[in-house]
Structure formats: structure tokens, C-alpha cells
């Protein structure tokens, strides 16, 4: 472990720095406009949708406790809280930067932060392997050699990752490029993140993880920590940053108006070209980056985004019939180098019951295979059931080559770079993976929070 305990002047200098990430240039979305003139149909009881802060990971201290929030379901929730914040705050980095994090633990348990999707070393990772004591520090200290991309933190704290995270430990990470600068996306108050998830609580309000052994189901949603909350929208377009932040809820969205979303990124950053879908699937552990038109909604309009399997309404977009940000979607976005077969290695994983892979539940210190650095190799997903099982790899990006059986079809929302791919009953997905970053130790598991907590879940080494 490097854990030190954190000097009082330390912890003051984490918080000036917290409070001056706040006021930084090209931050995303800030607090709503103002209401007036938005005359009757403003229903005043809907939360304004949160846009978390934006900070820097450049000496910033993230604290982890127990905290109290607002969920805009009438009354405060207790709940586990990063910053005292839930969603925590959103990171925002370039690439070429080194992060410098002082986890500080105030939970009255173990725990410790993976940065889902970022590329770092093993010591970096945050993987079940690591944990920070009550009233301990871990210090983490990466340099950012990926491209842009919206990452998510969370806890993956050995048997209590579903718990932290259900309890409200979770945020955003935003890497930057001079690639995704020159597109000149909608910014400011037109990049929205939307962190979604799922939640229950009690009879006083506060969150409860009541997980049954098929994952967690919450009664409702909340996107970056409300419930149904409003945003006021411009006429014009909005990106969207979206992540699946529930521990087992998978959602299908789509728009009320039956407009059409544009889907430029995903886990791993842009796609070579946009995509226009009426529909996105996005599992646990899944991102999207997404531009909606919303040059027709008028003043007093309303369009919801939602989720047609839960038949839930996520977020209201209201109209302030006021000129937003036009934007013309380039023919290119990127280049994605594609990784060429034929792999000389084929690993297969079963994804068996709601605890193992391979027959086996993952044990601390047991390694199970070994991966040589910079090789391609063809990652096979199967499953016997139990699914969903979002598959998700630390340590590399994948690109996905087939599914076969079940939706018996990759979409196009899975392009590009991934790390987390959906396998559902009866489907077997196939990956090209290349470990580029570093040689140590990483896992791969479900990302069904319950099935990585019960054991599906394996490590191996980079060598
Ligand atoms: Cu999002 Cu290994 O986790
Ligand atoms: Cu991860
Ligand atoms: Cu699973």
C-alpha cells in the first residue's frame, strides 16, 4: 500500500484546489438560466437537473463519506458520497497531463477507486486487490496516454463494490485531445453529462441496497443524483456525455417526441462516424456520447428522455424557445485503427451462474492467465445464463468483432473502442483485445455489481 495519512494543510490545499477547478475554461454545463419568462407549464416542484462540478485531477483530494443528499424525492437521503456529492465530481483532464488523486478513506469501511475505462498502471488501477483503511490515504499519480473519452470512477472495494456504489459512490471522468477540439462539439452549457442509474430507498428517505442474487433492481431512477429532474434547453444542439452508472440496470433509451440521437462516442472516445438511432442500448458500466437536435423544441416544450424497458421518464428537457448552439455533424470524426486478426490466441470465458467465469470464482492473489503486451489476441464471451453480464476488461480497450446467438448482432453503438460489452443469454461475443499500456496485474469480470461481488470475476497479468 501507499497509503500515508493526509496532513490537515493537505486536505486544505486538496479543497482550494476543488474550489478553483470549478471556474475552469471549457468547463461543461453550469446551473440552469433563469426561469423568467418561461411562463405557465414550469412545474416548480421538478429538480432542475445537476450538472456536477467540474474539478481537475491535479492535486485534488477526493474524500469518501458518508454524506446527505437531495434526490428530489422530498426529503434528504443518507447515502456514501465522493466530495459529498452524488454523482461525485466530474473529472476533466487532457491527455499528456498526469493526474495526482489523494483518495482520503472517511467510511467507516474499506474501500478503493478504479477509474473504469482509464489506462493506468496496476498500483493506479484501484482493483479489489488494493483497499484503503477508515481514516487512510491512498495517493494515485497517473499520467493520461488515451485519447478523449468520458470515463466512470467507482469503488472496487473486494466484496463491497455493489454496496459503495449503490450507496452513491460513483462520477464522471472527461479526457480531452487536440483531435475532439478541433470538431468544435456544442460546449459549456450544451455538454451535458448524465450519469443514470437506479435506486431504492426507505421509509426515511435514505438509500437502501436491498440486491437480490440477480443484481439490484431500484424502484426508480436517478439521473446525477435526482429524480426525474428538468434541464432548460436552447434551441439548438446538446452532447451528451452519458454514463450507465446503476449496478444492474440495463437501459434502452429513446426519446418521447420520437426524435433520433446521434451517437458519435462510447467508452472508448469517438467513432469514426456518427450514427442516427431512434433507440441506444447502454448496460452498467457502458458509455455514450450522444448529439440531439433540439432546434424545434419551442417555449414550454417538453421532450423526455427515456427508458423503454422500465418505461421510465429519465430526464424532461423543457424549451426556453431561446437560439442555441447549431452544429453540423462532420462525414468523419476520427480514425479507429482497426485490430487485425488473425489472433494467434483465442481465450474463451464462460460467464457461468451469477458467480463464476470458467467454473471458477475469482479468488484474491490467483492468477489466471497470462497476456503478452502489444499482442492481439480474440477474446471469446459465452454464457449459461443468468445474463445480463456486461463484460467489462481493465487495462485495454477492445474492439468488438461478432455476436452470434441471442440479438445475433453487434450495433453500432458498439464501434470503435470498448471495455465493457453486453452478453446476453444464449450470445457469445467475440473481442479483438491489445494490452498497449502497461505489464502488472488487472481483472476482468461481470460488471453486474452482485455477480463481480459473488466471484465472476478473473485476474491476469500483463507480461
Ligand atoms: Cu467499472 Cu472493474 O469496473
Ligand atoms: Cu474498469
Ligand atoms: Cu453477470
Redesign the pocket.
Known amino acids: 500500500m501507499h497509503s500515508r495519512s493526509l496532513s490537515r494543510r493537505d486536505i486544505l490545499k486538496g479543497s482550494a484546489l476543488l474550489g478553483a477547478g470549478l471556474g475552469f475554461a471549457g468547463a461543461l454545463a453550469q446551473p440552469p438560466p433563469s426561469r423568467k419568462g418561461l411562463g405557465v407549464g414550469l412545474d416548480l416542484a421538478r429538480p432542475f437537473l445537476r450538472i456536477p462540478p467540474v474539478v481537475r485531477p491535479d492535486g485534488l483530494v477526493l474524500r469518501c463519506a458518508p454524506g446527505v443528499v437531495d434526490l428530489g424525492v422530498g426529503q434528504p437521503a443518507r447515502c456514501l458520497a465522493y466530495n459529498g456529492l452524488l454523482p461525485g465530481p466530474t473529472m476533466l483532464a487532457r491527455r499528456g497531463e498526469t493526474a495526482t488523486i489523494a483518495l482520503r478513506n472517511d467510511l467507516p469501511e474499506e474501500t478503493i477507486t478504479?477509474w473504469?475505462?482509464m489506462v493506468v498502471d496496476t498500483p493506479n488501477d484501484g482493483?479489489?486487490q488494493l483497499h484503503v483503511m477508515p481514516g487512510e490515504t491512498y495517493n494515485y499519480q497517473f499520467p493520461i496516454i488515451q485519447r478523449a473519452c468520458l470515463n466512470?470512477y467507482?469503488p472496487?472495494t473486494h466484496l463491497r463494490?455493489g454496496y459503495q456504489v449503490n450507496m452513491g459512490m460513483a462520477g464522471g471522468f472527461i479526457v480531452r485531445d487536440a483531435e475532439e477540439d478541433a470538431l468544435r462539439l456544442p460546449s459549456g452549457r450544451y455538454e451535458v453529462p448524465l450519469v443514470i442509474r437506479d435506486a431504492s430507498v426507505d421509509a426515511n428517505g435514505d438509500l437502501i441496497y436491498n440486491a437480490g442474487s440477480s443484481g439490484f433492481v431500484g424502484d426508480f431512477s436517478l439521473v446525477n443524483g435526482q429524480r426525474f429532474p428538468r434541464l432548460l434547453v436552447d434551441r439548438g444542439f446538446y452532447r451528451f456525455r452519458i454514463v450507465n452508472g446503476a449496478n444492474a440496470r440495463v437501459f434502452r433509451l429513446a426519446l418521447s417526441n420520437g426524435g433520433t440521437f446521434s451517437v458519435i462516442g462510447n467508452d472508448g472516445g469517438l467513432l469514426e462516424r456518427a450514427v442516427t438511432l431512434s433507440e441506444v442500448v447502454i448496460a452498467n458500466?457502458e458509455r455514450l456520447d450522444v448529439l440531439i437536435d433540439l432546434s424545434s423544441v419551442r417555449l414550454g416544450d417538453r421532450v423526455f428522455l427515456r427508458c423503454l424497458d422500465a418505461n421510465w421518464n429519465l430526464v424532461e428537457f423543457f424549451g426556453t424557445g431561446q437560439p442555441g448552439q447549431l452544429y453540423q455533424i462532420p462525414g468523419t470524426l476520427s480514425t479507429v485503427e482497426r485490430l487485425q486478426g488473425p489472433a494467434t490466441v483465442t481465450r474463451l470465458f464462460s460467464f457461468d451462474g451469477m458467480s463464476r467465469i470458467n467454473g471458477r470464482r475469482w479468488e484474491m492473489g490467483r492468477i489466471d492467465f497470462q497476456v503478452p503486451l502489444g499482442v492481439v489476441e480474440r477474446w471469446r464471451f459465452e454464457t449459461g445464463g443468468n445474463a445480463p453480464h456486461p463484460v467489462?476488461v481493465?487495462g485495454a480497450s477492445f474492439q468488438v468483432v461478432s455476436r452470434s446467438g441471442g440479438r445475433g448482432q453487434v450495433f453500432p453503438w458498439e464501434a470503435g473502442w470498448k471495455d465493457?460489452v453486453l452478453l446476453l443469454d444464449r450470445e457469445n461475443v467475440e473481442v479483438f483485445v491489445r494490452f498497449d499500456g502497461y505489464r502488472g496485474e488487472y481483472?476482468?469480470?461481470c460488471?453486474k455489481l452482485e455477480h463481480?461481488d459473488m466471484g465472476m470475476?478473473s485476474s491476469f497479468v500483463v507480461v
Do not use: I, Q
Request: glycine residues 16%; hydrophobic residues 20%.
Open positions: 478504479h473504469h475505462g482493483g479489489p466512470f467507482h472496487h463494490t458500466g467489462h481493465h465493457t481483472v476482468m469480470h460488471h463481480e470475476m
